[in-house]
């Protein structure tokens, strides 16, 4: 490992720890070096706060001056709720910068090296950069496409069921897998499942570990027949957001609504339009979506190709029956050479579970309809 990849290293790690409290803004890490010191240490903390260079810069003071900084993602170039990073550079006497990997934003990105490179200060460009990326992958597609990261979770048993024959699913996945969802939880803005899913199971959709943020929940339910007594309409831990079809109750819209649920209409006539549920969110600013849905919410969202990444707990057990459901339904492909492979997978054990972690690569071309 090289210097340059050591000190990277420690801002990406600074970055990360930061994960579930930056969003809609990017994870940033940064660390400077002066005279083989480390001098100043910052991440950014929150959207709206002062960015990692920032932080780093007010640490190191006057050490700042002739020194190398470290940074996640390019620095700044224009002033929004803070200032420009590239000029706090500038001013700070920094003689050297070591960027992760430019700003995706096709609008802004070159832009921070720019300013730098005009003042005489040296750039080095793509030092850990696809680590960088990987950790950004949530900003980096929102920031683009205006439409949150989605994420699909499910726990299953080994032969893919959620529940049995009964329905009873409590439960398929230890303590230790579950507490893992937690903190799956705790990094999306958003939750989502299917109103069967409320119906069957009650559930809070809450995250239950220390500090913990509650996302904002939101539900599927073509025609408002959610329950009033559920526990995502009374307990007010997170805003609920229902979103509906054509065929939607009014006299449930107008009880929903008197307790605080907001309510949204896509153009679906039978089913909730699942593209403009997206879209919807990306207007609100929710950059990430965790989907925990049954399995044809699950297959309404792959099948569009809407997933970008997929969360799948397998438990050491087997069920069995043909009416025991399963975590992904729906129509299915036809030919197996459509399967959605996953890509960049990763397999961890948890407990007695084990995590697999992967990105569909969709090889089918959607037609329209789909």
């Known amino acids: 490992m090289t210097n340059h990849e050591f000190y990277m290293n420690l801002a990406l790690e600074n970055a990360q720890a930061m994960k579930g409290q930056t969003d809609p803004n990017p994870l940033v890490g940064a660390v400077i070096v002066n005279e083989n010191r480390i001098v100043g240490v910052g991440s950014h903390l929150k959207a709206g706060e002062p960015h990692a260079e920032i932080h780093a810069i007010r640490m190191a003071g006057e050490k700042a001056n002739g020194g190398t900084i470290y940074v996640t993602l390019e620095p700044c170039s224009h002033t929004g709720r803070t200032g420009p990073c590239a000029k706090a550079i500038v001013e700070a006497g920094i003689k050297t910068v070591v960027i992760a990997t430019l700003d995706p934003n096709p609008v802004v990105a070159g832009n921070g090296v720019k300013i730098l490179q005009d003042t005489g200060i040296e750039v080095v460009i793509g030092i850990l950069e696809e680590k960088s990326r990987r950790m950004n ?5 929102f920031i683009v496409e205006q439409r949150p ?12 069921k959620i529940a049995t024959h009964t329905a009873d699913s409590k439960w398929i996945t230890s303590p230790e897998a579950r507490n893992d969802v937690h903190v799956l939880r705790n990094e999306n803005m958003a939750i989502l499942v299917g109103v069967n899913t409320v119906i069957e199971d009650d559930p809070e959709l809450t995250t239950r570990i220390p500090n913990g943020r509650n996302p904002v929940r939101i539900i ?3 025609t408002l027949r959610i329950p009033l007594n559920s526990k995502v309409v009374t307990d007010g831990q997170a805003e ?6 054509h065929t939607y109750n009014e006299d449930a819209k107008k009880k929903l609504e008197g307790r605080g649920v907001l309510i949204y209409h896509t153009s679906g006539i039978k089913q909730v339009d699942t593209d403009e549920v997206l879209q919807i969110l990306g207007e609100k600013l929710v950059s990430s979506v965790l989907i925990e849905g049954g399995g044809s919410i699950h297959a309404a969202f792959l099948e569009r190709q809407l997933v970008d990444k997929v969360e799948i707990y397998i438990a050491p057990k087997l069920v069995g029956g043909t009416q025991a459901p399963t975590f992904l339904e729906g129509t299915g492909v036809e030919f197996m050479r459509d399967a959605v492979d996953l890509e960049d997978l990763h397999i961890t054990q948890i407990g007695k579970d084990f995590k697999f972690t992967g990105y569909p690569k969709y090889t089918r071309q959607q037609t329209e309809g789909d």
């Not at 992958?137 to 597609?141: D, M, P, S, W």
């Not at 609920?240 to 079809?245: G, M, Y």
């Open 149 to 160: 990261f989605v994420t699909m979770k499910a726990g299953s048993t080994l032969d893919g």
């Open 220 to 222: 599927l339910d073509s």
């Open 240 to 245: 609920t957001w229902i979103f509906t079809a």
């Open 137 to 141: 992958e949530v900003f980096n597609k």
